[in-house]
């Protein structure tokens, strides 16, 4: 069975930095690759770009460029995402969904992660 | 980058009724992926290659277009596809996502 188990919710101060995480199982984890979506509350669904966990190669959406950046670690299926210099507008919930092809889609998603900025 | 606009914002349908939601393209795509996202849960693919059906999903929904214009069809509503479905391109990045249909029950 196919698992995307996230890391559990966030408290963070604006400034700060946040990485959270998303373990795979139940496939091979450098056969696809790892997307992420970020949901504003009671909004609608943004793509913030994707990792390649075999070679760790990323593609960003142009405004999360500065604001996330995305790694792989293959000894432990896990893939993350760091989200940088948080403010308000990063108040989101963020999903891990894993890439199954361009006439596909995102087959398997995460519970997803709360992150909250606030003071 | 490609610009999803979905139709209606919000629609209430009553048990039985034939829905259907509306994704528009601002430029040509190849495929329309759907998904359903029920409230506080994370969304699931529904409708991939821009007509098959995911697995587990009634075949009372179906999936139709080309090129600019894509929909989502319920040919008979029921209480359980309350829900927010999202047309999503992956034709080009970045990849994006409609703003969604909030589907509510009559």
């Known amino acids: 069975e196919v698992l995307l188990q996230q890391s559990g919710a966030e408290l963070v101060r604006p400034g700060s930095s946040v990485k959270i995480s998303c373990k795979a199982s139940g496939y091979t984890f450098t056969d696809y690759y790892m997307h992420w979506v970020k949901q504003r509350p009671e909004q609608g669904l943004v793509w913030i770009g994707r990792i390649n966990p075999a070679n760790g190669n990323t593609i960003y959406a142009e405004k999360f460029k500065s604001k996330a950046t995305l790694t792989a670690d293959k000894s432990s299926n896990t893939a993350y995402m760091q989200l940088s210099s948080l403010t308000s507008e990063d108040t989101a919930t963020y999903f891990c969904?894993?890439?199954?092809?361009?006439?596909?889609?995102?087959?398997?998603w995460g519970q997803g992660v709360m992150v909250t900025v606030s003071s | 980058e490609i610009v999803l606009t979905q139709s209606p914002t919000t629609m209430a349908a009553s048990p039985g009724e034939k829905v259907t939601l509306n994704c528009l393209a601002s430029s040509s795509v190849s495929y329309m992926n759907w998904y359903q996202q029920k409230s506080g849960a994370s969304p699931k693919l529904w409708i991939y290659?821009?007509?098959n059906l995911a697995s587990g999903v009634p075949n009372r929904f179906s999936g139709s277009g080309s090129g600019t214009s894509y929909s989502l069809t319920i040919s008979s509503m029921e209480a359980e596809d309350v829900a927010t479905y999202y047309c999503?391109?992956?034709?080009?990045?970045?990849?994006?996502f409609g703003a969604g249909t909030k589907l509510e029950l009559k």
């Open positions: 290659g821009t007509s």
């Open positions: 969904t894993r890439f199954r092809g361009y006439n596909r889609g995102f087959d398997y």
């Open positions: 999503l391109q992956l034709s080009s990045y970045p990849y994006t």
